[in-house]
């Protein structure tokens, strides 16, 4: 198996521009977290402040954003979801990549390194198995995932 690195986008994500400027945006931050069980008031909310530039963009040379637009990730990811992308970044084992195998549309697929597949998370999909021969394109990594609640 080969991997390759090729700047191309298919049907099943949508390229997201975006811009760098000189300055950044920070917002509250609460590095003491918050409960996802029972509350304690003893917590202690110190505020801080974090760049999400400097979180999700801090190397925006390498990294694009791509919004997901079919299923075959889910329950991982849901259709409409927004990926940070890095594209300096090698795709190992269990990493979820931007990827095409042998020419064909590029995809969001988890690699499974030894197994030698493509592992879509969603049972509903079939799993790709990567043969000796083929040439496997990785677009970038993906690194972060941001996702609206409604």
Known sequence: MKIVKVPQFSSE??????RIS????YVKYFESGVQAGFPSPAD????QKLSLDEKYLSKPNSTYIVRVKGDSMYPTLHVGDI????T???????KIGIISLNNTEFTV???DKKKE?????????NNIEIKEEDTLMCLGVVMQLIRDIE
């Open 13 to 18: 994500i949508e390229n997201l521009p975006f």
């Open 22 to 25: 000189d300055q950044g945006v």
């Open 44 to 47: 202690d909310f110190k505020e």
């Open 83 to 86: 990926l940070v992308v890095r």
């Open 88 to 94: 300096d970044v090698n795709l190992d084992d269990n």
């Open 109 to 111: 697929k988890r690699f």
């Open 117 to 125: 597949m493509l592992i879509a998370d969603n049972v509903d999909f």
